[in-house]
């Protein structure tokens, strides 16, 4: 019995799958990339064939993720054009060893390493030392930094202000959708939005502080209460610029300093 795979999606399905998720008409597009509105509807029809040419420069100003890049180039009928290594593959040191200095400078500061579906590829120890009570099933690999951090079983019942903190990541993870329509994340929004206090939607004060408040605030900080009090903590977020790499490109590195000196002073004495 002969078997057959399934073939994969088409050019032109994934070319009106990211316009839209770009929220771009096809005369959006057109006046976006310069490519004839006609080209772009044969294009998406299947009634013309793309260049590699013209799926890579489309790919680009539509700002597709490396990762779908390679899917949209197959889809076309061409080889992928960036490698996915994982990070313990040799051609990764240069920059295993950056990420290790970086974590190990950033001490007594918590610090991770994330992949773009928030797995946690590494961490320093400032990082470890915030999981006391934690569960232990939460800690099994693969780590999901926000199952971790919202779950009533993992960092949530020391987070201060939860619904605050909740909203925050929620937004990035929407966010996140958006940009790459996967389902996988999806489905990770709607497991995080069901957790006890976890807030979806930023409060309508939000926007502009609350009524008759003089100085409204300009971040938002981590409020974690700890056996050395209650830490307030601020967080930046970096990516590698120039990957040529999928796995490189979806790494995020979380850093987090003190928001005030009571901070600093209990994370020197750690």
Avoid: C, K
Avoid at 23 to 48: C, D, I, K, P, W
Avoid at 153 to 170: D, K, T, Y
């Amino acid at each position: 019995m002969s078997t057959s795979l399934l073939p994969g999606p088409s050019f032109g399905g994934l070319l009106r799958q990211w316009r839209a998720a770009r929220g771009l008409s096809q005369l959006g597009l057109s006046a976006a990339t310069g490519v004839s509105t006609r080209h772009l509807s044969f294009l998406e029809t299947g009634r013309a064939q793309p260049t590699r040419q013209i799926a890579v420069f489309l790919a680009e100003r539509l700002d597709i993720p490396l990762r779908d890049r390679n899917e949209f180039l197959l889809s076309a009928g061409f080889a992928p054009a960036y490698g996915d290594r994982d990070l313990g593959d040799p051609a990764m040191a240069a920059v295993r060893e950056s990420i290790v200095r970086l974590l190990a400078a950033h001490e007594p500061y918590p610090a991770l390493v994330m992949d773009s579906s928030w797995n946690r590829l590494m961490a320093n120890d400032g990082a470890r030392s915030l999981l006391g009570g934690v569960a232990p099933f939460l800690l099994e690999e693969p780590v999901n930094v926000l199952r971790l951090t919202l779950h009533p079983e993992g960092m949530a019942p020391r987070i201060v202000n939860l619904a605050e903190w909740s909203r925050h990541l929620l937004r990035h993870l929407r966010r996140r959708m958006a940009q790459t329509g996967r389902g996988d994340l999806a489905s990770l929004y709607d497991e995080l939005a069901g957790y006890p206090g976890i807030a979806e939607r930023p409060a309508p004060e939000e926007a502009t502080g609350s009524p008759g408040e003089a100085d409204p605030p300009v971040v938002v900080p981590l409020e974690y209460r700890t056996p050395r009090g209650v830490l307030r903590l601020l967080n930046t977020t970096t990516s590698f610029g120039a990957a040529l790499d999928v796995t490189l490109s979806e790494i995020v590195i979380e850093s987090f300093y003190p928001a005030d000196e009571p901070t600093r002073l209990a994370l020197l004495r750690r």
